[in-house]
Antibody
């Protein structure tokens, strides 16, 4: 069974940094694409970033490009989201997700999310 | 990267069928057969209901089906049940390794 557990969320001030982690189990982590998706309070889901199984390919939403960095450690079955220069509009629940399969790239398994609040 | 357009809410009676639309552009929905649909109960993890436009994971009820025509994808829920009350989101591949979600639809069983 796919299990994804996010951690690292919290309250930070505008301009500060935060690193989210997502610990994975129940599947061959290195063979799957991984995602970050966020949901601001009262708003819808928004795709943030994606990373390939070997970490060589990454992509970002325009709203976070240049500020956020996605990475993964396949030896630890963990992916990360380094968030710099945080803004109030980055306040959201951040979900970690894995591709449905090694062939189907669509986000399939999801974690419960971790809340990031950016406020002074 | 503009969000795909979904109706804010759709409602139906138990046993009825409802359809949720998801309208994008020729750069996303219209260009790829890579639309997925998610059911999201607030406070819980989203659940994949449909992938690649019309494919259903084995654990998902066959009451859920997906289709696409041009720049619009659709999710149909037949035999509506109380447990289907949730928010539903479409998501499309948008090229250059990017994705875009829909604005979300709240389904109410009346």
């Amino acid at each position: 069974e796919v299990q994804l557990v996010e951690s690292g969320g919290g309250l930070v001030q505008p301009g500060e940094s935060l690193r989210l982690s997502c610990a994975a189990s129940g599947f061959t982590f290195s063979s799957y694409w991984m995602y970050w998706v966020r949901q601001a309070p009262g708003k819808g889901l928004v795709w943030v970033s994606r990373i390939s199984g070997d970490g060589s390919s990454t992509s970002y939403a325009d709203s976070v490009k240049g500020r956020f960095t996605i990475s993964r450690d396949n030896a630890k079955n963990t992916q990360y989201l380094q968030m710099n220069s945080l803004r109030a509009e980055d306040t959201a629940v951040y979900y970690c997700a894995t591709s449905y399969s090694t062939i189907v790239a669509a986000p399939g398994g999801w974690g419960q999310g971790t809340l990031v609040t950016v406020s002074s | 990267q503009s969000a795909l357009t979904q109706p804010a809410s759709v409602s139906g009676s138990p046993g009825q069928s409802i359809t949720i639309s998801c309208t994008g552009t020729s750069s996303d929905v219209g260009s790829y057969n890579l639309v997925s649909w998610y059911q999201h109960h607030p406070g819980k993890a989203p659940k994949l209901m449909i992938y690649e436009g019309s494919q259903r994971p084995s654990a998902v009820s066959n009451r859920f089906s997906g289709s696409k025509s041009g720049n619009t994808a659709s999710l149909t829920i037949s035999g509506l049940q109380a447990e289907d009350e949730a928010d539903y989101y479409c998501c499309s591949y948008a090229g250059r390794s990017t994705y875009v979600f829909g604005t979300g639809t709240t389904v109410t069983v009346i």
